[in-house]
């Protein structure tokens, strides 16, 4: 294992732009929270939302869901603005998988992932038969068949968000928001949600944007074959964007989390192509001055 002190630069992801951010801004009464984003996303790749806590992540995801409305700015999914669509009609441009979901009735899990496709039906119309196709192939996709006919509050949290993202899936829409989908999962969980992202993204050319607090995350996606972007925040701003090997440095960690870090590299495993990336935190930068 050695570490990495030079990256080379990737090439662009293919595909054409499904959504675009073009000088957004956002404020909570005087707080400005996004100042002047910009961010282009590709069909068919997963765009990592990297940054602090209160860095702005979860807002530029609210303004892309329509639930919040940038104060200057643009936010357009296939060439349409958010803030024109009608809410059915956005919802079949985009679907979220949060962070948690309370779990107050116990819906059972083929019907939890049935309401997906809410988005596609009239108004008080029951679904059909094409729809609980829709939501039996999400759910064989999510690899939960085996959970079907149980209730929500009987799963864990790894299962449940499992759910979430068949739900999503059934949703039928290009382009799925993920807030911090894996906080609170087990490593074979996160490992498991993963694996479903790539799948999706590279059999069926889903569109990922998943804001997260685990950067090796998109190490393990360009490595499994999915063209990965990293998107840094830093105090409201896109601070940085590219691919995981030029954007995730130490330098980088250094200036936006003020850690110190090592980025790692090893020979590919058997039958791999590519090397395995990874971040190691060592310290925060406090540790060198004990008096802050």
Known sequence: ?????????????AGEEILRLDGVHFAYDHHKVLVDVGLSVRRGTCTCLIGINGC??????????????PSAGEVSIDGA???????ARLARKVAYVPQIHERSFPYLVDHMVLMGRTAHSRLLSAPDRDDREFARRAI????????????????????????????ALAQDAPLILMDEPTAHLDFK????????????ITARGVT????????????????AGVSTRVAVMNRGRIWQE?????VLTEEMLRA????????????????????IRQIVPRRTLRAERPGL
Request: hydrophobic share 40%.
């Open 189 to 200: 969980n996160e490992l498991l949600f993963l694996e479903t992202i790539e799948r999706l």
């Open 1 to 13: 294992m050695r570490d990495v002190q030079t990256v080379r630069a990737a090439d662009a992801p």
């Open 56 to 69: 702005g992540k979860s807002t530029l995801i609210d303004c892309v869901l329509g639930v919040l409305h």
């Open 256 to 275: 936006v989390y003020g850690i110190e870090a090592h980025l790692l590299e090893c020979d590919p495993p058997p039958g791999g192509t590519r090397p």
């Open 140 to 167: 064989e996709e999510c690899g939960i068949g085996h959970l079907a006919k149980r209730p929500c509050t009987s799963l864990s949290g790894g299962e449940m968000q499992m759910v979430l993202l068949a739900r």
């Open 208 to 223: 990922v944007l998943m804001a997260t607090h685990a950067p090796n995350q998109a190490f393990h996606l360009a490595e």
């Open 242 to 246: 590219g691919p995981p090997r030029t």
């Open 81 to 87: 603005h958010v803030r024109h669509l009608k809410p």
